[in-house]
């Protein structure tokens, strides 16, 4: 006889460990944006913040991806609101410009606060 599975219960998450307690007020692993926290989108917010705007091209060189990788990802961060994409053309060339939006830089300078947060509350235990 087969048995029937076993619905177990999803496992509650931990609470977080009482130095990283009121960053924000949730626990540490949800202050990482998911959309932000990949290497290629964090790269693409990271060179846009440092200058007004980039090219599609320029963005491919600086972050060394492949014209498809960059556009999936670039993709992703337009859809949220993160970038502003212009689509002209140079002569019959098209050109993409990239900017980050005003929503962009906010969700960036978040970001980059919840990591320096959980940079100083674990340095603190490395020397344990």
């Known amino acids: 006889m087969v048995?029937?599975?076993r619905h177990k219960r999803p496992a509650r998450a931990a609470p977080p460990p009482a130095r990283l307690r009121g960053v924000q007020g949730t626990a540490a692993a949800v202050l990482l944006e998911s959309l932000i926290h990949h290497r290629l989108?964090?790269?693409i917010l990271s060179a846009l913040?440092?200058?007004?705007?980039?090219?599609f091209n320029d963005l491919k060189g600086i972050l060394g991806a492949t014209d498809g990788?960059?556009?999936?990802?670039a993709r992703k961060l337009e859809d949220a609101g993160y970038l502003a994409c212009l689509k002209t053309f140079d002569g019959r060339?098209?050109?993409t410009e990239y900017r980050l939006a005003p929503r962009g830089?906010?969700?960036l300078t978040r970001y980059l606060g919840h990591m320096e947060a959980l940079?100083?509350?674990t340095r603190g235990t490395?020397?344990?």
């Open 119 to 121: 940079i100083r509350a």
């Open 93 to 95: 060339r098209p050109r």
């Open 69 to 73: 990788n960059l556009s999936v990802h």
């Open 49 to 55: 913040a440092a200058t007004e705007a980039l090219s």
């Open 41 to 43: 989108r964090l790269g």
């Open 105 to 107: 830089r906010q969700a």
């Open 3 to 5: 048995e029937a599975a």
């Open 126 to 128: 490395l020397e344990r």
